[in-house]
């Protein structure tokens, strides 16, 4: 859906986003998903100002390698549900994996996320001692995002080294989640994200716009229900037809819907950290870039071993891989550069400076 603004209202929507946006004050309506033109221009500049302000124009790079393809849950938006039958499993082999990470990642590599279908067996079995090997020959931050597990599983994978979660709630409307048959309830969902970030991860989580049916209404029940909870930062995917599954036939999201999105969770939060995910390539042209240009701060080079990565379908088997060239261009495209800072030593230096000031405000209270 496009608006088409008057010359009037797409002025005063300029002036509007190039004026002062309170820092967790701003929160986009209906009109401004859909911007596009001159009136998205200016959206998407206060957004990158607001990201250089916090960030400067720096990036942060983590490479991700998806480990194991199994899953118990059975989502309509992904080809890995456990109704393809089809689909060739494979659970990725701890020396190949640690060989790779350990000796072979690239320079600019400051952080791994380590990712699987709901696997808990790969889970404890794989991933546990993955991070222990990292943890031990690398100076890598490590990240995970495994799906809903056990909170004793959680604390074992936090004790072996890993201290960021990616726990993605998908979609803010708990109907439309049970009709997506994504995993458990949203509620359930919602319950293990606090888990977690009581537990002290850094959680970040993320949902999907142009779900089939999904209203304007409903992307922003998603952009409330991601500012209401405890996140360090949260991601935007368009919908992209999966193969294999019962959505295959339907559009791909809308990618002004997308990127306003991107802008949007940036207003609402400058301190998030918010991936520029590869999907972006499949729903625009030039897509990874207008994600950097919209606000998005972090990268991700996909290191997953060729032999397996074809199996690794969230959406579909023509994937488009950003490699660490791809990645870099696309940064260095846009004026940024890497971070030398990794993103778990990031915010451990930021639960530091936090916890510094913590005593004197008490005393003042």
């Not at 009109?31 to 001159?38: D, K, Q």
């Not at 931050?141 to 709630?169: H, N, R």
């Not at 495209?333 to 639960?351: H, M, N, Q, T, V």
Request: charged fraction near 20%.
């Amino acid at each position: 859906m496009h608006i088409r603004c008057s010359p009037h209202i797409a002025s005063e929507l300029r002036d509007r986003y190039h004026g002062v946006v309170a820092s967790h004050g701003y929160f986009p309506g209906e009109v401004e998903l859909a911007l596009n033109g001159a009136a998205q221009s200016a959206l998407h500049e206060r957004a990158a100002a607001a990201t250089r302000e916090q960030f400067g124009n720096k990036v942060f790079v983590r490479a991700v390698v998806e480990v194991s393809n199994f899953c118990r849950e059975n989502c309509a938006y992904c080809g890995m549900r456990r109704d393809n039958r089809d689909l060739a499993r494979f659970r990725a082999k701890h020396e190949q994996i640690a060989e790779l990470l350990i000796h072979h990642r690239p320079a600019s590599v400051t952080d791994v996320n380590i990712q699987t279908g709901e696997d808990p067996v790969a889970a404890r079995e794989l991933v546990l001692p993955l991070i222990e090997s990292l943890r031990r020959e690398t100076p890598l931050g490590i990240s995970v995002c495994l799906g809903t597990l056990t909170p004793e599983l959680y604390d074992e994978l936090q004790s072996a080294g890993a201290s960021i979660f990616i726990m993605k709630f998908e979609c803010g409307d708990a109907a439309q989640y049970e009709q997506l048959e994504a995993p458990g309830t949203l509620a359930e969902r919602l319950r293990h994200i606090r888990l977690l970030s009581e537990g002290g991860w850094n959680v970040s989580s993320g949902f999907i716009v142009g779900l089939p049916g999904q209203t304007p209404r409903d992307v922003l029940k998603n952009l409330d229900l991601a500012r209401s909870l405890p996140l360090h930062g949260c991601s935007v995917s368009p919908f992209i037809p999966g193969e294999d599954t019962p959505l295959a036939g339907n559009p791909t999201a809308n990618p002004d819907w997308t990127f306003n999105c991107v802008s949007a969770l940036r207003l609402m939060r400058p301190d998030w950290i918010i991936p520029a995910v590869s999907a972006f390539n499949l729903a625009a042209q030039d897509g990874y870039r207008r994600g950097l240009r919209a606000g998005a701060n972090l990268v991700t080079i996909n290191m997953t071993p060729t032999d397996v990565r074809g199996d690794y379908v969230i959406y579909k088997r023509d994937r488009f891989i950003m490699t660490e060239e791809r990645v870099l261009e696309a940064i260095s495209a846009e004026g940024l550069a890497p971070s030398k800072i990794g993103l778990a030593d990031f915010y451990r230096s930021r639960s530091a400076n936090a916890a510094e000031k913590t005593p004197a405000t008490a005393v003042q209270t």
